[in-house]
């Protein structure tokens, strides 16, 4: 065997280990991933587990779910549905695609059709890249047909169950392309998937759709369907007010006038990283999205970029 020959078998070889480890570390972090279930209001619970919030609207014609976290943690999640009630899942909706909240699709669809919106399908059945656009990004791998919705809508679809007319609303461009906010009227709760979280900046996908303009203007026109004391159950987080989501809305109104008016002066990203124009917000940096890469994601919404190419948007 040539040298290089050799060497490449050496790189895959440490490449296989690697990959072998990074399982082991995943399967030994989910089995230690307990479920939590906390009642919201009426027939609504909140299941936290990893990932996304779960949302449960729970009753005498059977369970809607909100979301389902990944794979692994599917039949943990299933029962602790059955430590609430015996009734069984009757439909499961997705808020966006992100492995996180639609990891248990396979296993939840042998009992119940999962609904979502359009883009959802389309792009848990195609795979790709997610990402801000520029350094954070991640592989989406495309999903077997069982783990696709088989009921997609354009802009809303109601489900009628449980003395409820639970509605899904579609938020166009927010956190991706293809996200719904989940609103249960007679219980008073709503899940905003994650065009609301609670842990600082948030994610903005915008190599799947998603821009900072989307996101504000989704939030908005959620906030002005709904009452005042509602309560929120966020895509990661605790439950929360509609206070807490004027005050993120605030936030990302704020920080993207920051950096359009860093814009307006022909500033280039650099010179605002090193400016640190976003320093007043800093208190919503995190170990997820930290100051650096929000701006970076805000910066390439606004400019229309991915990767350092500009995109034409439709």
């Known amino acids: 065997m040539h040298t290089s020959s050799r060497q490449m078998m050496s790189h895959l070889a440490i490449l296989a280990c690697l990959a072998a480890a990074f399982c082991f ?3 030994r972090h989910f089995s230690k991933v307990q479920i939590k279930v906390t009642k919201v209001a009426g027939t609504v619970y909140m299941l936290e587990g990893a990932g996304g919030n779960i949302g449960a609207s729970v009753g005498d014609d059977g369970i809607v779910v909100v979301d389902d976290q990944y794979a692994p943690l599917a039949e943990r999640i299933q029962a602790a549905l059955k430590g609430i009630t015996d009734k069984p899942v009757r439909f499961i909706i997705n808020t966006h695609y992100h492995e996180d909240h639609t990891g248990g699709n396979d296993f939840f669809q042998k009992q119940a059709p999962i609904i979502a919106q359009d883009n959802v399908r389309k792009r848990l059945e195609s ?8 350094s954070m990004h991640f592989e989406a791998k495309a999903q077997p047909h069982s ?3 088989i009921i997609t809508f354009d802009h809303d679809v ?6 409820e007319d639970i509605r899904a609303l579609h938020v166009p461009a927010g956190h991706t392309d293809g996200d719904s906010v989940i609103y249960f ?3 008073n709760v709503v ?3 994650d065009d609301f979280v609670t842990y600082g900046f948030p994610f903005i996908d915008v190599d799947s759709g998603g821009s900072i303009d989307g996101m504000i203007a989704g939030v908005e026109s959620a906030i002005a369907q709904l009452p005042a004391d ?12 509609l206070d807490d989501v004027h005050a993120y809305v605030k936030m990302l109104k704020e920080t993207r006038a920051a950096v359009q008016e860093a814009l307006d002066k022909k500033m280039t990203f650099e010179q605002m990283k090193e400016k640190k124009i976003l320093d007043p917000w800093k208190k919503y940096s995190g170990e997820f999205i930290t100051e650096d890469i929000f701006l970076e994601t805000v910066y390439n919404s606004l400019t229309g970029r991915k990767n350092g190419m500009f995109v034409k948007h439709n």
């Open 147 to 149: 783990a696709l919705p």
């Open 230 to 241: 509602v309560k929120v159950i966020p895509g990661h987080g605790g439950v929360s007010s």
């Open 127 to 134: 795979g790709g890249q997610a990402g801000n656009g520029g």
């Open 191 to 193: 899940h905003m998937g």
């Open 25 to 27: 570390a995943q399967e």
């Open 158 to 163: 109601t489900v009628h169950l449980n003395g």
């Open 185 to 187: 009227p007679k219980s």
